[in-house]
């Protein structure tokens, strides 16, 4: 006969197990369920994933700056105190830059006035070239030009000074080469009492900078005897726009962090927000103002482009053979190379767009819809 404690114990592993099962059974069932009907939590998710951006109501960009330009700003004081600190470190940057190095500025906030307010008051034996780097589009030709232009006015005033008879000789650099005006920036030797050119920089890593030729460019520049750089850089990939050439034996960059936590009211200027609609009208008043700083030629050669494209459009845009011919005919290019230089001045402000047409030929079309287009050339008038 088998002891009660027998019985006892297989009636309790037998409770155990249908309790087991049972239990096992709810979790399931409750999973099953989870899956067939989603929780609240879930379909909000869902929606929001499914959501997007263009879907919003958006406000006018112009709007948006407005409202965003009365907020008060925040921290003045300890910003400005932040930034007054390092006028301490001033000497030793103008130390480092008649060494021979390059001065690059990073951390968080615009370093725009800092770098400004240490040119004014530290480089005064320099000629400070400024070059804001944060612009969407920049003729480095023009920058490099200029700087050869005022080491050759030096020269004309040197033997003035020597013969006491004004230079008769001129130099045309904006038809040279920029190989050719390097060269000619690399064979002016140090003088007394000048140190030269400082070529400061905001934003070196500035959108129409980032380019390998733009980079390369620089420093080749940066290696000229009486030429010196200060630059800034806000772009967490900054440095990968340099090789290990160009950082140690042309720029020779002494970095310094300078955070200043300032806002970058004008650097982001040109830069769209996310939360605006710029709309046609934002983008209508942008033309006008890239297009008024053209030359009258430019703006008659657009215009011929935009009647074009509102008599025609459902084509995909004017031949470009066909855009040098209607110029001619109203003595507005003289030569092919003419109009590719106004097509590129158009291309770098974004005013026209090139595709391939589908006989193969390049076409050109402006990125704006008919309404916004004709309001253009009534504004451009």
């Not at 910003?79 to 301490?88: F, M, P, W």
């Not at 200029?146 to 005033?157: D, M, R, V």
């Not at 430019?298 to 011929?304: D, G, I, N």
């Amino acid at each position: 006969m088998a002891p009660r404690g027998g019985h006892a114990a297989a009636a309790a592993s037998s409770g155990s197990e249908d309790e087991e099962v049972e239990e096992a059974g709810f979790s399931r069932s409750y999973f099953l369920a989870k899956e067939k009907e989603p929780s609240s939590a879930k379909k909000r998710a869902r929606a929001a994933a499914a959501g997007k951006l263009a879907d919003l109501n958006l406000v006018d960009e112009q709007v948006l700056r407005e409202s965003l330009a009365e907020i008060p700003p925040k921290h003045e004081k300890e910003i400005d105190a932040l930034t007054r600190s390092y006028k301490d470190q001033y000497r030793n940057w103008l130390f480092e830059l008649r060494c021979g190095f390059g001065l690059l500025m990073y951390g968080f906030g615009s370093k725009k006035l800092l770098l400004e307010d240490f040119a004014s008051t530290t480089l005064t034996d320099f000629t400070v070239v400024v070059v804001n780097g944060y612009l969407p589009s920049i003729n480095l030709k023009q920058v490099i030009a200029a700087i050869a232009e005022i080491f050759w006015e030096q020269t004309k005033l040197k033997q003035k000074k020597q013969s006491g008879k004004k230079s008769q000789l001129s130099q045309n650099f904006a038809s040279q080469s920029i190989d050719d005006i390097i060269s000619f920036l690399n064979n002016q030797t140090p003088e007394d009492g000048h140190d030269g050119v400082c070529l400061l920089i905001h934003n070196i890593d500035g959108p129409a900078l980032r380019d390998a030729e733009s980079q390369q460019c620089l420093a080749q520049v940066s290696c000229c005897p009486r030429i010196c750089i200060v630059a800034s850089v806000d772009h967490v990939n900054a440095p990968l726009l340099w090789d290990k050439k160009m950082v140690h034996t042309q720029f020779k960059w002494s970095w310094y962090h300078v955070p200043t936590f300032a806002p970058y009211n004008v650097e982001c200027v040109f830069y769209p927000l996310i939360l605006a609609s710029g709309g046609h009208a934002q983008t209508t008043k942008t033309a006008l103002v890239v297009l008024q700083s053209l030359t009258p030629n430019a703006q008659s050669v657009f215009r011929v482009l935009a009647e074009y494209q509102l008599a025609n459009e459902k084509e995909e845009g004017m031949p470009v053979s066909s855009l040098y011919t209607k110029c001619r005919e109203r003595f507005l290019v003289s030569s092919q190379v003419t109009l590719n230089s106004h097509l590129t001045e158009f291309k770098d402000h974004d005013l026209v767009k090139i595709k391939k047409h589908s006989d193969g030929q390049d076409c050109l079309r402006i990125p704006l819809v008919p309404d916004a287009l004709q309001k253009l050339l009534q504004e451009l008038a």
